[in-house]
């Protein structure tokens, strides 16, 4: 079974900075999609960004990008000049590439953007 | 395209009970899974249906059912009511099986 683990439970980063979100995942098939959602206190799930396994280069989206090792199973998540807006959980999620839309998350990271 | 909606956005029933909530996807996605989250345990994947027939479920009692319909809509049913499964229950859309999934704002389902 896969697993996806997210070992910052909290972070906190100034308004404007950048900040760095960890994602590691366990999983022996070659074939995969990754993302990243946000959920804010509305407890709407917005997702972020995906990245499929097959494509070598980082996805990005505006400010959002990853980076993504597959190799080291990891897929961060970097945030460029931050805005209130972006303080909410973020979960990793996992989804095999055939059959179900089945999405293993990690346990989230609250961030937080200071003034 | 409005998006996922789910009804109703917050319940209250009491232990023993039955619960049926109710998701309508995005038009055109055929795709509906659902998710439970609580504090304890996360997010976890329920269950999929896609074209009206269940497609993965993931490791929860019985108690715990689905269906879809023909026009993709979905309801979740909870039978015998416990207070563990006070929870965000979410739903998530998905034209098909490469693309990605879009949620609901959820319902916010209480035991007492």
């Known amino acids: 079974a896969q697993t996806v683990t997210q070992s910052q439970p909290e972070m906190s980063v100034q308004e404007a900075e950048t900040v760095t979100l960890s994602c590691t995942y366990d999983?022996?098939?070659?074939?995969?999609?990754l993302f990243w959602y946000k959920q804010p206190p509305s407890r709407q799930m917005i997702l972020v960004i995906r990245?499929?396994?097959?494509?070598?280069q980082n996805a990005t989206e505006n400010r959002f990008s990853v980076n993504f090792q597959k190799a080291a199973k990891s897929f961060s998540l970097k945030i460029s000049d931050s805005q209130l807006g972006d303080a909410a959980m973020y979960f990793c999620?996992?989804?095999?590439?055939?059959?179900?839309?089945?999405?293993?998350f990690g346990q989230g990271t609250r961030l937080t953007i200071n003034p | 395209k409005a998006g996922v909606t789910q009804t109703p956005r917050y319940l209250i029933k009491t232990r023993g009970q039955q619960v049926t909530l109710s998701c309508s996807p995005i038009?055109?996605?055929?795709?509906v899974s659902w998710y439970q989250q609580t504090p304890g345990q996360g997010l976890q994947f329920l269950f999929e249906?896609?074209?009206?027939?269940?497609?993965n479920k993931g490791n929860f009692p019985g108690r715990f059912s689905g269906r879809q319909f023909s026009n993709s809509r979905s309801e979740m049913n909870v039978s015998t009511l416990e207070l563990g499964d006070s929870a965000l229950y979410l739903c998530?859309?998905?034209?098909?099986?490469?693309?990605?999934?879009?949620f609901g704002p959820g319902t916010r389902l209480t035991v007492t």
């Open positions: 998530a859309s998905s034209p098909g099986t490469v693309y990605e999934q879009y």
């Open positions: 999983t022996s098939e070659s074939d995969y999609y």
């Open positions: 990245q499929e396994a097959y494509k070598q």
């Open positions: 999620a996992y989804r095999s590439a055939g059959g179900a839309q089945k999405l293993v």
């Open positions: 038009s055109g996605h055929r795709s």
């Open positions: 249906y896609f074209s009206e027939t269940q497609r």
